[in-house]
C-alpha cells in the first residue's frame, strides 16, 4: 500500500505562484506512475499534470505555467504553478498508479491523498 499526503495549498491573487508537493510512503516501491490532479465544486476531478520515470507531462493549460519536480530522497514530487488565475481554483489531488503509464483518466490510480486546496483570488 502507499500512502499519498498533498501539502502547500493556500489562496493566492492572480498571478500569483503555489508550490504543491506530493509525498509518498509505505510502497513507494510500487509506484511506476504518479499525476496531479484537481477537482473544482460541481465538476469531474481532472488530470492536470503528471510525470513517468522523470518525463513530465502537463494539459495545454498548464503547460508553461507548471513545472513538476521531484525529490527521490524524499519520495515527495512537487508541483510548481505560476501565473495562477481563477479558473485554477480546485482542489488538487495527487494519484498514483502501479503501472508505468501515465493516463489522464483519475480512476485509472489507486492511490490518492486527501487533497489540498488551492483558491486564487481575482
Known amino acids: 500500500q502507499v500512502d499519498i499526503s498533498e501539502s502547500g495549498g493556500g489562496t493566492v491573487q492572480a498571478g500569483g505562484s503555489v508550490r504543491l508537493s506530493c509525498a509518498a510512503s509505505g510502497r513507494t516501491f510500487n509506484i511506476g506512475a504518479l499525476a496531479w490532479f484537481r477537482q473544482a465544486p460541481g465538476k469531474e476531478r481532472e488530470f492536470v499534470a503528471g510525470?513517468?520515470?522523470?518525463?513530465?507531462r502537463f494539459t495545454d493549460a498548464a503547460r508553461g505555467r507548471f513545472t513538476i519536480s521531484r525529490d527521490t530522497t524524499k519520495n515527495t514530487v512537487y508541483l510548481q504553478m505560476n501565473s495562477l488565475n481563477p479558473e485554477d481554483t480546485a482542489t488538487y489531488y495527487c494519484?498514483?498508479?502501479?503501472?508505468?503509464?501515465?493516463?489522464?483518466?483519475?480512476?485509472?490510480?489507486?492511490?490518492w491523498g486527501q487533497g489540498t486546496q488551492v483558491t486564487v483570488s481575482s
Open positions: 494519484g498514483v498508479r502501479r503501472l508505468r503509464h501515465l493516463t489522464r483518466s483519475a480512476p485509472d490510480y489507486s492511490s
Open positions: 510525470i513517468l520515470w522523470n518525463e513530465p
